[in-house]
């Protein structure tokens, strides 16, 4: 993740990781509480919703990178998004929103093209509901 003696970055992904490894009990209890609040949040969507349709990812896919092969990698990792770039680790907003609160989803191919790559939805479930959604 981080060379012996490198200094992350407030803010950027490797320092969330050492800071979440690194953290104490009651840190870890208030996560769990916040998870805990994301699921109730979810629960009342799903009372009126059967399925949460939303992107996979906020790009549509891209090149395989095998230029390096270790876990750090996707730390410095920058994909082309509009004429810029963001971080590798921004695609996991859209299934890290669900998969947080342990909500069953799965990826499906559009059939739609997006310039030269096809373009997939998210479908999401409520909890425990892999069977029935």
Known sequence: MLAAG?????GSYPRRVVDAVR?????YLAAAE?????YRAWRSFFADFDVL???ITPTVAFPHDIERLDLA???TRRLAVNGGTIPYMDNLAWPGLVTVANLPAT???TGRMVGSVPAGV??????????TS
């Open 6 to 10: 490198e200094a992350a970055e407030n």
């Open 23 to 27: 953290q104490s009990l009651p840190q």
């Open 34 to 38: 916040q998870r805990h609040q994301l």
């Open 53 to 55: 349709l939303c992107p």
């Open 73 to 75: 990698a996707q730390f």
């Open 107 to 109: 990826a499906i191919p």
């Open 122 to 131: 998210q479908i999401v479930g409520p909890y425990l509901g892999d069977r």
